[in-house]
């Protein structure tokens, strides 16, 4: 394989892993213990 197809390959599958983690954090059970700063501070 090219080393151009590597990075390409290696970059997608980083960006992918990083979307992923981040939806399982906003949405999955770790969401739980997230805090709202909009609620936390009425006015």
Known sequence: MEPATVLSISVFAIVIAITGLS?????????????????????
Do not use: A, Q
């Not at 939806?23 to 009425?42: A, I, N, Q, R, W």
């Open 23 to 43: 939806v399982y954090t906003s949405f999955g059970p770790p969401s739980k213990e997230l805090s709202d700063p909009f609620e936390d501070h009425e006015d």
